[in-house]
C-alpha cells in the first residue's frame, strides 16, 4: 500500500536501504536490553531506519551526490555495520543470540499473536493517517513545487510519508527479513500501477495484491516442508508483478503487442485495398478482372490479406485474376474519403 | 499614472553552491501588465519566479506581494510550473490535476468537494480541455498538458499569475490559446508574469518586458525598452529583432 508512493516518487531503492539500515538498530538493542521479544528488537529497527532514511536524505540535499548513490552508501554501510554486530554478537555466550539471524531472511513462524495484533494497529493507523491526509500526499507526489506555493508544508508531508514507510518496512522485517523486504513493499505497487490509472485504485490494489502474496505464500510454505515463508511470499508476489507485466490490458505487453499486429493488420489491408481501388479506377467497369500479378509489386500485398478481402467479400477471385466488388469499391471510397479528411 | 505595484524585489540574490544565479535584483512589477521575463538560458529568470515563490531560499533580499510579504499573500498568486517538472506517468485524470488548484484554499485535510469540481470544470472549459477530463494525464499532448497546467492556476483565482515558460514545446493552436487567455487575464485586471525564450513574439505578446542575465538589464514597457540596445546587452551578441509597428 505504502509500496504506491515509493513507485511512484522513483525512490524504489529507498525501501531497500530502509530494510537494511534497520538491521544495526535491530542488533544494538540487543545488545543493550539483551531482550529477545520482537516489540524491542523493531523499535531498535525503526530507529535505525529512521536515522538512515534522514542520512540519505541530508545526503543528496547537502552534496552533489545523486540519490542512487545515498542508498548505495547508506545501504551497505548500515548493512555491513549491523551484520558486524550479528556476528559480535553470536561469538557471545548467551543463550539468548540464536534468533537474531532471522531478521535476515525473515520467519514467519516467530510470530505470535501479539505481534499480528501490533501489525494490525499499525496498518490501521497507516489506512487512517492515508485517508486523512490524501489530497496532501498526492498534490506531494504530483507537483511538489506547486505544493509548496500552495502553502502546503512540505518537508512535513515528505516526513510523514517516510515515516510510514519506514513503519511499514520495519514491521514487515519479521516475516520476509532485512534482504527481501524492499519487494514486498514495491512488488504489490509495480503490479499494480500496470492494472489502473487511478492513485486510489492502484493503492488498494496494491494492499490486495500485497495480502494475497502473503496469504498464498504462507499457504505454499505451509503445505511443503521446510521451505521458509518469506522467500516463498515474495515469489508469489513476484508472479504477480509477472502477470501483471505481460496481461494488463493497457500497460501489458501482450496487449500493446496484439494491438500493434492487428493495427498493422488493418493498414496492410486498408492499403491492400486502396491500391485496387485505383487500379479499379481506371476501367468503366470497376469490378473488371486484373491479373494477381500486378499485386506483387507493392509492399503491403500478401496472400493473407488477399484472403481477407474476398472473405469480406471486398474482392472475388477467378483464376488467376482478382476484380473488386461493387462493395469493396464503396468501402475503399468510404476509407479514401475518411482519409482525406483526416489529413485536414 | 500612478499604479499600484504588485510584485516588488529588493536586492533579490539567489545561489546554487558558488556561484550566484541572480544578483542583487531590484524589480518593480505595476499591476495588471503581461509581462515577460527573456534572458539567454542560465540567466535565472526560472530562478527568479522561485525564488519569488518562496519555493527557492534566496541569500539576500526580499519579496514584497502588494505592499506585504509573500507568505501573508499567497493565495493572491498563481503559479504554473514548467511541464517538465513533473512526471505525466503519474496516475491520475486531468481533472483530477486542474483540482489541485483548489487545494491551497481548501487548506490541510479538507477535500474538493462539488464546489471545487466545479471550478475545476470551469477552468478546463476555458483552456478548452473539457472534452478531456476523465483522460489520463500520460494520453495529453505536450500542448494539451501545458492547457492542463494553465487551468489548474486559472482555478486558483488569483491577482498576479507566474508562469515558466508556457509556450514550451507546444504547437501553433495551443500557443495561440494559451495567448488569448493569458489577455483576458489581463483584461481582468491580472497581472501575469511569463518566463519566455521566443524574442520574436515578444511585442506581439506582451506590453511590459524584462531582461534578465544573473543581473538585470532593464524593465520597463515593451515599445520604450525593447530594443536592439538591451537585447545585445542582455544576450551579449548583436541581435536584431525587428518590431512590426
Known sequence: MLGSFAVLRKQSLLGDAISHAALPGIAISFLITGAKDSHTLLLGALVSGLIGTFWIRGIITKTHLKSDTALGLILSLFFGFGMLLLTFIQKQPNANQAGLDKYLFGQAATLVESDVWMMAIVTGICLFVLLLFWKEFKILLFDKDYAKTLGFNTKLIDILI?????????????????????????????????????????????????????????????????????????????????????????????????RFIKNRRDLELHKTLAFMYHIAESHADITHPHEIKILNGFQGYTKGTLKKLVEKNYVTLKGSTWSLTNEGFESALNLYNQLSKNDE | MKQNIAVQVDDLTVAYNYKPVL???????????????????????????????????????????????????????????????????????????????????????????????????????????????????????????????????????????????????????????????????????????????????????????????????????????????????????????????
Not at chain 2, 33 to 52: C, D, E, Y
Not at chain 2, 165 to 187: M, S, Y
Request: no cysteine.
Open chain 2, 23 to 245: 544578483w542583487d535584483i531590484d524589480l518593480e512589477i505595476p499591476e495588471g501588465v503581461l509581462m515577460a521575463i527573456v534572458g539567454p538560458n542560465g540567466a535565472g529568470k526560472s530562478t527568479l519566479i522561485k525564488s519569488i515563490l518562496g519555493i527557492l531560499k534566496p541569500i539576500a533580499g526580499s519579496v514584497r506581494i502588494y505592499g506585504k510579504s509573500y507568505e501573508k499573500q499567497r493565495s493572491l498568486v498563481a503559479y504554473v510550473p514548467q511541464k517538465g517538472s513533473v512526471d505525466w506517468d503519474f496516475p491520475t485524470t486531468a481533472l483530477d490535476v486542474v483540482t489541485m488548484g483548489t487545494y491551497g484554499s481548501l487548506g490541510w485535510i479538507k477535500r474538493p468537494r462539488q464546489k471545487q469540481k466545479k471550478a475545476a470544470l470551469e477552468a478546463l472549459e476555458k483552456v478548452g480541455m473539457l472534452a478531456f477530463k476523465s483522460r489520463q494525464i500520460s494520453q495529453l499532448s505536450g500542448g494539451q498538458q501545458q492547457r492542463i497546467f494553465l487551468a489548474r492556476a486559472l482555478v486558483q483565482d488569483a491577482a498576479i499569475y507566474f508562469m515558466d515558460e508556457p509556450f514550451q514545446g507546444v504547437d501553433a493552436t495551443t500557443e495561440i490559446a494559451i495567448i488569448n487567455i493569458l489577455k483576458e487575464l489581463r483584461k481582468a485586471g491580472k497581472t501575469v508574469i511569463v518566463v519566455h525564450h521566443d524574442l520574436q513574439t515578444v511585442p506581439e505578446y506582451f506590453d511590459w518586458v524584462t531582461f534578465l542575465n544573473v543581473k538585470k538589464i532593464a524593465t520597463g514597457p515593451v515599445r520604450d525598452i525593447f530594443n536592439d540596445d538591451n537585447l545585445t546587452k542582455t544576450y551579449g551578441i548583436n541581435y536584431k529583432v525587428s518590431i512590426q509597428e
Open chain 1, 162 to 258: 517516510t515515516s510510514f514507510i519506514v513503519l511499514a518496512i520495519v514491521l514487515g522485517l519479521q516475516t520476509v527479513g532485512v534482504v527481501l523486504m524492499s519487494a514486498m513493499l514495491l512488488a504489490p505497487a509495480a503490479a499494480a500501477r500496470q492494472w489502473t490509472n487511478s492513485l486510489a485504485t492502484m493503492v488498494v490494489l496494491a494492499a490486495i495484491f500485497g495480502a494475497f502474496s502473503g496469504v498464498f505464500g504462507t499457504a505454499i510454505s505451509a503445505s511443503q516442508n521446510n521451505l521458509s515463508t518469506g522467500p516463498v511470499i515474495v515469489l508469489v508476489a513476484a508472479v504477480f508483478v509477472l502477470i501483471s507485466f505481460i496481461f494488463s490490458p493497457s500497460r501489458g505487453l501482450l496487449f500493446k503487442q496484439i
